[in-house]
């Protein structure tokens, strides 16, 4: 294991003005955003979507971007592999390698990420690929008697073992263990339990003797859930999201880099922006989202060439919006200015 590799790379990922695209969906959940603009799941209009969006003229402000399995050995329409056109840009290509979730059994309502057997061998193949860092993403519901011990402790290990193989194939894990925002609990209720599983992330981690040193979080923010009758300010979901981090995550960890959940696009640059704006805090706190950055551009573009250069604008501008946030430097009108 290289650490000081591994360190150079988490720190790159959570560089100030920076952060990471999550360009990771299966085919099936592809489908569904496709769906949605009238466009067909095809191979070829995967690859023309997402030539769009790594060949954006702007990825200065894209640190890393997570790639899907069948990404990381595409090439675009000119016979380029996309991950050299992630290279050209000055991103770091990803990985995601877990294999998606599985009921947990009898434990009712909830689920286990798998993906561990023959984990090893994918990794130094994906690193032969040009990976430099991979993501894992355990699911945490909020429901009645839910989440139990079970499933929290089998989701922490089964994320202790990845970042092991990870850190011996040197490449930096994205530990992610996501509470979901489903569901009609207020956020004291996301508070505890995001705190419980993050708690039990770092005692498995340490259990397994990965380096924190060379891992970037990727949390849930602390959001009273979608159906509350009760929403919460900016200023609150800032202030409690920060204050379970301070309690759980080591001050070795270089970074957290959010995911965005079912936020709006806004409420999530808003949310990022105003933790960090609190600052004096140990770890750089950046973006790692998937919808908050992709909703606009899929709409933008709708699956037309002619649209390609207005997809890439939106992208641009989503990304730009949370570069700033990532320095606590966004603010409303900004949107309005260049929308
Ligand atoms: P969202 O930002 O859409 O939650 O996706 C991030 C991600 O990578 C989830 O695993």
Known sequence: MDLAELNRVANFLVTPGKGVLAADESAGTVKKRFDVIGVECTEDNRRDYRE???RSKDMANISGVILFDETIRQKAKDGTPLVKIIEAAGTLPGIKVDKGVKPLPFCPGEVITEGL???GERLAEYRSLGAKFAKWRAVIEIGA???SYACIN???HTLARYAALCQSEDIVPIVEPEVLMDGDHDIDRCAEVTEFALKALYEQLYYARVKLEGTVLKPNMVV???KSAKQASVA???ERTVRVLKECVPAAVPGIAFLSGGQSDEEATAHLNAMNRIGGLPWKLTFSYGRALQAAPQKAWSGKAENIAAGQRAFTHRAKMNAL????EWETGL???VA
């Open 224 to 226: 009273p859930g979608k």
């Open 154 to 156: 089998a989701n922490a």
């Open 236 to 238: 609150e979901v800032a």
């Open 145 to 147: 008697g839910i989440p």
């Open 325 to 328: 946030a990532s320095k606590g």
């Open 52 to 54: 769009l969006l790594f």
């Open 335 to 337: 949107e309005k200015k």
């Open 117 to 119: 057997d023959g984990l």
